[in-house]
């Protein structure tokens, strides 16, 4: 059992990564109670639905642009350096949020412009903080690492939304935006203790800093084709078979419960990530990666179709009550794909940050944040169209089974994936 349990080895060796992933596990939480808060304050000032899909909007387009441009960032300066001042950035919107709230704004565009700074600032931090982590641990440790992160980021991701509207129904908006600006503090002073961690010498490095850096990082991951699988995997996983848009009506039509159903069906797949987390010591000592992660993403697949079977079974009955049984069956399924998407993330990080040398890793791990960021809103347009022809059930069965299917014809395409080895990592 001991060896099942998560590894702790990473934060007992650095405790540079200890205190930056207790830092940020402590931050992710902040930031899930100002997403909930901040869609309870678009919606009260609006009463439109739309106006708060709006905020999704508001925060893809910079983080589409400065995923990719923050990526070249890191790759030219001191990684240490270009997080915090991304950390302060975000940190100042989330005062500004507090200020707002305290003296009462009613312009909702206000509120789309402080999410676009902190999403752009987020963009910057993000894969200046991935490229960090390789420089605190020895290869070796990578899977167990991003395991622990997983753990942070799925906790944050089920506590966060319920401590947000908790707290937005007892005690208002800016005492949950203020919540959420002391709990930044973690991570910025764990930031702020490490060491510089400038990017290592290399002649493919631009001396002058611009659009060309980043398509150089374009160019590169189109050469690399471990690396690529990664990514294209994902793309598949997510875009074919990302099941919340379907949630809500799930929770009306199928199995009842309304917007409870809704909220555990969501939570279901974080549940399942920790649980993953949390039994991840064996993933350290995975040699074959490329085979765990097309195995994983096939489990994802598979349980997304087991969830539209439970749906299509269910029926439309529009219940006035729960239905127990199929909703057990439905959360069950969904925690199985939220621990398949763990096993999967951490290995697809481990590969690129094992495989690219450190000249690279900003921008691919900028890459990397727009593909996990726009491949579930992409997966969940794909499946919310599908459900209009042929109800949410059934779309759900041929999402699941296209990224099945999808995944095995890439993999048989790109052989050397298949063998990827963890003792020998080529990008």
Excluded at 218 to 224: C, D, H, I, K
Excluded at 308 to 324: E, I, K, M, N, Y
């Amino acid at each position: 059992m001991r060896h099942l349990l998560v590894d702790l080895t990473p934060v007992r060796v650095s405790p540079a990564f200890r205190r930056l992933w207790l830092g940020l596990s402590v931050a992710n939480l902040g930031s899930q109670l100002t997403v909930v808060a901040v869609g309870l304050q678009v919606y009260a000032l609006t009463a439109s639905t739309l106006a708060v899909g709006v905020l999704g909007l508001c925060a893809l387009v910079p983080l589409v642009v400065f995923g990719l441009y923050g990526g070249a960032l890191v790759d030219h300066y001191d990684r240490r350096t270009v997080a915090v001042v991304a950390s302060v950035v975000s940190w100042v919107a989330v005062l500004a949020l507090v200020a707002q709230a305290v003296v009462g704004n009613e312009q909702v565009g206000l509120l789309y412009a402080l999410v676009a700074v902190q999403s752009a600032a987020g963009a910057v931090n993000s894969p200046a903080r991935s490229a960090i982590i390789p420089r605190l641990l020895e290869p070796r440790l990578m899977p167990a690492a991003n395991a622990l992160q997983t753990i942070g980021w799925n906790t944050a991701l089920t506590i966060g939304p319920l401590a947000g509207a908790v707290l937005v129904a007892s005690v208002g908006y800016a005492w949950a935006y203020a919540v959420d600006a002391v709990l930044f503090t973690f991570a910025l002073t764990a930031l702020l203790r490490l060491p510089p961690v400038p990017p290592e010498p290399s002649a493919n490095r631009r001396a002058r800093l611009g659009l060309g850096s980043v398509v150089d990082g374009l160019r590169y991951l189109g050469t690399q084709p471990n690396v690529r699988m990664t990514f294209l995997v994902d793309i598949v996983a997510m875009v074919t078979a990302m099941p919340r848009a379907l949630f809500p009506a799930v929770g009306v039509l199928y199995l009842g419960g309304g917007e409870a159903t809704t909220g555990a069906l969501t939570a279901a797949i974080a549940v399942g990530g920790i649980g993953a987390g949390l039994f991840s010591g064996g993933l350290a000592r995975v040699r074959w990666q490329g085979r765990i992660i097309a195995a994983a993403i096939t489990a994802w697949g598979l349980s997304i179709v087991g969830f539209g079977a439970v749906l299509v079974a269910a029926g439309r009955t529009s219940p006035d009550q729960v239905v127990p049984v199929a909703l057990v069956l439905a959360l069950a399924m969904l925690v199985l794909a939220g621990a398949s998407d763990t096993v999967s993330s951490v290995f697809r990080q481990t590969i690129l940050q094992t495989a690219t040398p450190d000249d690279m890793r900003g921008r691919l791990q900028g890459v990397f944040v727009v593909v996990v960021a726009g491949g579930p809103r992409l997966g969940e347009l794909a499946l919310g169209a599908a459900s209009t022809r042929v109800g949410e059930g059934w779309a759900a069965v041929a999402g699941g089974v296209a990224c099945v299917v999808l995944v095995w014809v890439l993999v048989r395409a790109q052989r050397t994936f298949w063998d990827y080895d963890a003792r020998n990592p080529t990008p």
